[in-house]
């Protein structure tokens, strides 16, 4: 069975080689014309100048954590001096490579994501088909490498830190690993967040309410900087956090396999998460190289259909593919690997089915999530059509209609989330494995949420590659745009980039619901580990009517609230200075706005990059700091129960507001969208008709209601793209965190 563990390295090593082959056909295609080419390159140098000082920034911090680990684990750790020493250098090892693999995959998906972009612009000029082709596969870099070194980075820290010789004992010295990857996506997250957001709002608040210009005009000093934003926040952030996922979810259900091992003798339990994390590789691949660009009708043949619903419909027959693929790994992979155990289970069923009906369940919580998530997000559906009639009446309906589809839309998560925890805690309970001795409480079923979790995780790849495709097809719009492109051109981008934004909703509900399940099962792990210490079972038992439980978790879900209004306050304020600036370039130089195209000055484009990027890399350290300093002192103060208590209500609480922030700011922007696509119409009564009423009156750029939602979509900027992703990686946060210092908590407590 331990012949197991070659499948992910093997498969991990494939997908790097895939990765490399996509890299390799986007890097080959035509990059446009002479005037793309100027504003991409310009694009790529803001990009990778903001994150080489961010990740400086981040390998400073990064450094001097593993350090402070170590050293507490050493000096206040379990066991002997050698025990704790080992422990110690084990982890900070594992936490500096999980940092090390977050990074690499963020940057390395990040320089594709701006190197397709006007490649993709380019391709638009010939056919819808291309582009898309163009823009997917240019986001497939960033989801394969994201996916493959997070299961490479475990796979290869399990096997070298002895698990194949010692199994139970391994998964605790690699949970450092999660950490690493925790501790970069936050950053990264918070740092690309406030930059994007600041250079997106300056924009569209100056350029398009004030001086009346369109979005991505080459006129506008912050346009470029907001360009840069959409890769540093959407590229390099989403990968850090969606690697933190599979990481954090990898390590969880291999230290809940620990135990079943010990009951059992079957390795399997432990590499379930590995080898379907391989298949789940194996079946993205399929399904990003379905969509072709011979299978996408060109708007010319469509008969008048959007083409932008043509391109989502090629992307969720590969998602839907993916997904297919991914039920028959699953049912493969619990047979091969859960069903060798001599376990009973209920009505006559072997141990490994029920396994593989929690497993399809998190495949359908994923599918679920991408339907919630574009009704609420796509301007097909009710919320984005009742904000963009909101805008009739002005910004502050606009803004309030946008805060009831927020508080509505947290409904449906949560039911999906708590039926899929249920139906899979019900599958694995199933189960009978001889744990008395243990004193463990239905690790089963437990294991059976982990198994769901692993099940959601299959897709990440092409979820993760649907989200690097909005930024792409975003800015590729925008050289469109300021390359003078013809009309048919943009009209393609437009819908593309329309897509995008709806993907990339789709990838911030996807990484929340995962978010949710993960945080359930690193719960879980760490219960597991405070077992270990006690052997007790009454660890499993989180009173809330404790005091010091209840305090721990008020703090907890007031640490959501506080670190989200750090996040928003923080790209308020660079906002503000984006803001100034562009005025000043429009005051001081009128060249800029000059009628005749032949008497224009470029705006100064780097000023605006500078100022996104010192403004986000001083903002992100304190919500940084102070998500990653709470969960410690309330560990060290109160307790490991207490830090159990905080653990169970920041993830409720981060969950809610999350889905709150996402889903509420993508309808805004979605809106907006709506509007600009000219699909907002009137009667001459000014009722609003139907979108394909051609005696409807278009209310489209720049008139009133396109500036309402305009100011509605600044105010779900920071909620979509700063505070709520920062959220999905805080959650997980607080796992590792708690994870790591387990020994530390329970030895100032014993």
Request: aromatic content about 8%; hydrophobic content about 50%; charged content about 15%.
């Amino acid at each position: 069975m331990v012949y197991y563990i070659l499948v992910p390295i093997g498969v991990g090593l494939l997908a790097v080689l895939f990765a490399a082959f996509l890299i390799n056909d986007v890097l080959r295609r035509d990059t446009g014309t002479p005037s793309m080419q100027k504003i991409a390159n310009a694009i790529f140098s803001g990009a990778t100048a903001f994150l080489n000082r961010q990740y400086r920034t981040i390998a400073l911090l990064a450094v001097g954590a593993a350090v402070l680990v170590a050293a507490a684990l050493a000096l206040l750790g379990q066991g002997t001096p050698a025990a704790r020493f080992n422990l110690a250098w084990h982890t900070a090892l594992a936490f500096l490579v999980g940092a090390l693999c977050s990074g690499i995959s963020g940057y390395t998906g990040m320089y594709v994501a701006v190197k397709s972009n006007s490649r993709t612009a380019s391709a638009a000029r010939r056919s819808l088909g291309e582009a898309l082709v163009v823009a997917l596969r240019g986001g497939a870099v960033s989801g394969f490498l994201v996916v493959a070194l997070s299961i490479l980075g475990v796979s290869l820290l399990f096997t070298i830190f002895g698990g194949l010789s010692s199994p139970a004992t391994t998964p605790s010295l690699i949970v450092g690993f999660g950490f690493g990857a925790s501790f970069v996506a936050l950053f990264a997250q918070l740092g690309g967040g406030i930059y994007t957001k600041a250079a997106d709002m300056g924009a569209d608040l100056v350029g398009k309410v004030e001086a009346n210009i369109p979005e991505d005009d080459p006129r506008n000093p912050a346009v470029v900087a907001d360009l840069v934003g959409d890769n540093v926040g959407d590229c390099a952030g989403r990968g850090a956090d969606l690697f933190e996922s599979t990481a954090a979810e990898n390590i969880g259900t291999m230290i809940l396999g620990a135990t079943l091992y010990e009951a059992t003798g079957n390795i399997g339990w432990m590499l379930f998460p590995l080898v379907l994390g391989a298949f789940g590789l194996i079946a993205s691949a399929i399904g990003v190289l379905s969509v072709r660009a011979s299978a996408v009708i060109e708007p010319e043949k469509a008969a008048g259909r959007d083409p932008g619903q043509i391109a989502m419909q090629r992307l969720n027959i590969g998602y839907y593919i993916t997904c297919a693929l991914s039920l028959v790994g699953m049912f493969l992979g619990c047979y091969l690997l859960l069903g060798q155990s001599s376990v009973s289970a209920n009505y006559g069923l072997p141990a490994w089915l029920w396994f593989a009906l929690a497993g399809t369940v998190g495949i359908a919580l994923s599918i679920a999530f991408v339907f919630i998530t574009q009704y609420y997000t796509s301007g097909t559906w009710r919320p984005v059509r009742e904000i963009a009639a909101a805008t009739l009446t002005g910004p502050a309906t606009t803004i309030i209609s946008g805060i009831t589809v927020g508080f509505e839309c947290i409904v449906p998560p949560a039911l999906a989330i708590s039926a899929a925890l249920g139906l899979a805690y019900f599958f694995g309970s199933q189960v009978h494995i001889p744990l008395a001795s243990l004193g463990a409480i239905n690790v089963s079923g437990i294991f059976g949420t982990a198994v769901a979790t692993v099940g959601m995780l299959m897709s990440c790849a092409y979820i993760l590659t649907m989200d690097t495709f909005g930024p792409i097809t975003d800015n590729a719009g925008g050289i469109s745009e300021m390359s003078g492109q013809a009309e048919s051109v943009r009209a393609i981008t437009d819908a593309l980039d329309s897509v995008g934004n709806t993907t990339k909703a789709l990838t911030k509900g996807y990484g929340l619901g995962s978010a949710a399940l993960a945080a359930f099962l690193l719960f879980s792990a760490y219960l597991d580990v405070l077992y270990s210490f006690r052997h007790d079972p009454t660890v499993y038992r989180v009173d809330l009517a404790n005091l010091s439980t209840f305090i721990a978790g008020l703090l907890g879900l007031s640490l959501i609230f506080f670190f989200s209004s750090l996040a928003i306050r923080a790209v308020g304020k660079a906002a503000g200075r984006m803001i100034e600036e562009v005025r000043r370039q429009f005051r001081e130089n009128p060249r800029i706005m000059a009628e005749n195209p032949d008497e224009r000055v470029d705006p100064d484009y780097a000023r605006c990059v500078d100022i996104s990027t010192s403004g986000a890399l001083r903002a992100m350290v304190l919500p940084g700091t102070v998500a990653v300093l709470t969960p410690i002192a309330v560990g060290v103060i109160l307790g490991p129960q207490a830090a159990a208590g905080l653990l169970m209500v920041a993830t409720m609480g981060g969950i809610v507001v999350a889905l709150f922030l996402n889903n509420g700011g993508g309808a805004w922007d979605n809106a907006k969208k709506y509007i600009e696509a000219g699909y907002l119409r009137v009667n001459v009564k000014g009722e609003i008709v139907p979108p394909d009423d051609p005696e409807g009156i278009v209310l489209g750029k720049k008139s009133e209601p396109h500036k309402a939602s305009v100011i509605g979509d600044t105010v779900g900027d920071p909620f979509k793209d700063t505070a709520g992703p920062s959220l999905h990686v805080l959650i997980k946060l607080l796992s590792t965190i708690t994870l790591v210092l387990a020994p530390l908590f329970y030895f100032l407590h014993v």
